[in-house]
C-alpha cells in the first residue's frame, strides 16, 4: 500500500511543525493544515488515509470537521483520530461526534503511531 496519507490538523504552528515532523520521521506522507475548513478544502483534493485533529480550534473546529466527515457518504469510513490537551471531558466528545479514537497532547511517536496504525487497521 506504500506510505500512509496522514492529515494533520493542528491550530499551534509549533505543535502543527512537531507532530508533522514526528510524523514523517516515522513514515508517513504528511499533509498539515491549520483548521478544520482548510483540512476539509484538503480532503477533497488529496484524500488521505488517516485525520489526525486538534479538537479546539478556530474557524472550524475537530469536532465540527468530525462531524462534517461522518456526515459525507464518500468520507463516512475515513479514520479520524483526535487529539488533545484537554483532558477526557474533549476525548468523550470528539468520540461521541464519531472519533476513531482519541489521544491526549503533548503525546510521544510511540504512542500516536500505535493509535493512527490500530485507527487504520479497524477501517481496513
Not at 5 to 33: I, N, P, Q
Not at 43 to 63: E, H, K, W
Not at 96 to 112: C, F, Q, V, W
Amino acid at each position: 500500500m506504500g506510505r500512509l496519507k496522514v492529515l494533520l490538523v493542528e491550530d499551534d504552528a509549533e505543535a502543527r511543525a512537531l507532530y508533522g515532523y514526528m510524523l514523517a520521521l516515522a513514515g508517513y506522507k504528511v499533509s498539515a493544515v491549520q483548521n478544520g475548513l482548510e483540512a476539509f478544502a484538503e480532503i477533497q483534493v488529496n484524500r488521505p488515509d488517516v485525520i489526525v485533529t486538534d479538537i479546539a480550534m478556530p474557524v472550524l473546529s475537530g469536532l465540527d470537521l468530525i462531524v462534517a466527515v461522518r456526515s459525507d457518504d464518500d468520507l463516512v469510513d475515513l479514520p479520524v483520530v483526535a487529539i488533545t490537551a484537554f483532558g477526557e471531558k474533549l476525548r468523550e466528545q470528539a468520540r461521541e461526534a464519531g472519533a476513531t479514537d482519541s489521544i491526549d497532547k503533548p503525546t510521544e511517536l510511540t504512542r500516536m503511531r500505535e493509535v493512527i496504525d490500530a485507527a487504520v487497521s479497524r477501517a481496513s
